[in-house]
């Protein structure tokens, strides 16, 4: 059997095509991939196929093609329902009541159940699928962690205490898995797993004492807002 070697093939400067849909480009030889709402003739084992009649994605190997699952990437803090713990009442008091709203949809909040303890300035963090709110004043600063499963209307179930007790809406960041909660009257930062019940395990400090905070995060970086000294 003869070798053939070659330093490059051109084609007056442009791109060869093969059979298949197999190119050389670069130097570099690329599989066959096909986009289209047809069947592709003739491929290959390994060969990939995009139906865009259905969106389905496809394997061909052992004479046949092989439909896979493809799952979109959800960034984990995004979902179609918001749910809105209420506060204080105008006449002092304090609400534990939980409202919803779905966020594609204009129209009013509807009832979604009670938090375990009324009390304003909570704070709350989401892995998408659950909500973890933590501290808030009644009368006094809490400790409470409870939480809701977002899907499911009803009450709030008990997750366990913060290590320290929060009021006036320390904030709170999450990357989805974890939630962190900084300040509300103390310097303190703590976290949970948010798909794990328990208590809360210290995570450092801040700079500042603070309270009235906001946060927000991405996957890898949390940001607090200091409010009132």
Known sequence: MSTLKVDSLVNG????????????????LKKEYYEQSTEPAYPCDGALWFNTSDDTFHVYANGGWYATTANQV??????????????ATSAGGYRNTLEYITIATTGNATDFGDLTVGRHGASGVSNGSRIVYAGGNYGSAQNVLDYITVATTGNAIDFGDLSVARHNQPAGVSNGTRGVFA??????????????????TDFGDLANSSWDMCGWSTLTRGVIHLGYS
């Open 13 to 28: 400067g442009k791109t060869i095509d093969f059979t298949y849909n197999a190119k050389v480009s670069n130097g570099t």
């Open 183 to 200: 300040g509300g009257s103390t310097d303190n930062i703590e976290y949970i797993t948010i798909a794990t019940t328990g208590n809360g």
């Open 74 to 87: 959800v960034i984990a803090w995004y979902g179609a329902r918001g749910v809105i713990s209420l506060g």
